[in-house]
C-alpha cells in the first residue's frame, strides 16, 4: 500500500504531529507499508529510472542523503526509506532483531515493485545491507557500504575495538530512552562524529536530535542497541558469519572515525568475490553528509560499472 504526498518535500508524521521531516528541494515524499511497517519513504530522480536504495544508521533518518536527494545523478531514482520506528516511519513490529529489519526492507523493495537495485547502506543501515545482499544477493547490482564494520569478524579482528562499542552501546541499550527524550546526549555524539563541521551544523543536529523527543522513535534506538548487545553479539561470537558475498561491494571509510574502526572493514578480512575498501582521510563517521560529492562520485562509478 503506497500513500503519495507530492513533491513539496515534506509530509504528515507517522509517529508524532510534532513536527514535518526537514525539506529537501525536489523530493517526492509517500508512506508504504510492507510486512507491518509504514515506511516514510523520500525519494528524487526519474520515477522510471534505475533505483538506487539508500539506508541510515542510528541517530539518523533519511536525512543523511539529503545532499544525494537533492541532487541525484542522471538517471538513477534515489529511494531513502526511514528504518522501522526511526525518522516518521512508524514502529517495528519486533525488537529491532537486525534479520528482521532486514525482511523489513525487502518487503519493501518488493511493495514498490522494484526488481533489483543499487544498495547504499551507513552505519546499521549498512549492517543491514550486509544481511540483505548476503540473503538475497540476486536483488542487488552493486553496495556501496559506508563506516561500517563487515560481518566477518573473528575475535583477533574484532576485540582490540571492543572498548570503542562500550563507550556508548550499554549506555543507550540501558538509559537510552530517558538520554535521547531529554537529554543533549545525541547532540553531544553527533558533534564528535563530524570532522567537517561545515556539513554538520546544528541545524542539522538539530533535525535528527529533535526526531528522539517521540517516545516511539527513542524506544527504537534502544531497541537497536539492547538486541545487538543482549542477542546477536553473543551469537555472532559464537557462530561466526560464513556466508559469501558475490555482489560488488564498495566500501567507502572516514578514517577519524572514534566509533567504529576502519580496520573492522577491512578487504583482507572480508569473504566477498568483490570487495574494495577506501579510506577517506579528514573525515569522521557520518561521511554522506561530510563528503557528499566522493558518495556522488563513488555511486555513479558503481552504477557505471554494474550497468
Known sequence: MRQQQGD??????????????????????????????????TEAGPADGRPVLALHGWPQHHYAYRHLLADPPEGL??????????????PAPHRWA???????????????????????????????????VLREPERFDGYLVLNIAHPWQTPRSFLPHLWRFLLYQPVVASFGKVLQQRTRILEVMLGKGVKNR?????????????????????????DTYRTFLLREFPRGARHGETRRATIPIRALF?????????????AETAQADDYTLERVANCGHFIAEERPDLIRARLITLAAATA
Open 254 to 266: 572516514g578514517v577519524d572515525d572514534g566509533a567504529v574502526h576502519h580496520s573492522l572493514a577491512a
Open 8 to 41: 513539496s518535500g515534506s509530509a504528515t508524521s507517522t509517529v508524532s504531529e510534532a513536527a514535518d521531516p526537514p525539506a529537501i528541494p525536489g523530493v517526492r515524499r509517500s508512506f508504504v507499508t510492507a510486512r507491518g511497517v509504514r515506511f516514510h519513504v
Open 198 to 222: 561545515a556539513e554538520f551544523g546544528p541545524e542539522v543536529v538539530r533535525a535528527y536530535s529533535d526526531r528522539f523527543r517521540d517516545p516511539v522513535v527513542a524506544s527504537a534506538g534502544v
Open 77 to 90: 531514482r534515489v529511494i531513502a526509506p526511514d528504518l522501522p520506528g526511526y525518522g516518521w516511519s512508524g
Open 98 to 132: 537486525k534479520d528482521d529489519v532486514a525482511s523489513d526492507v525487502l518487503a519493501l523493495i518488493d511493495a514498490l515493485e522494484l526488481d533489483r537495485v543499487l544498495l547504499i547502506g551507513h552505519d546499521w543501515g549498512g549492517y543491514i545491507g550486509h544481511l540483505m
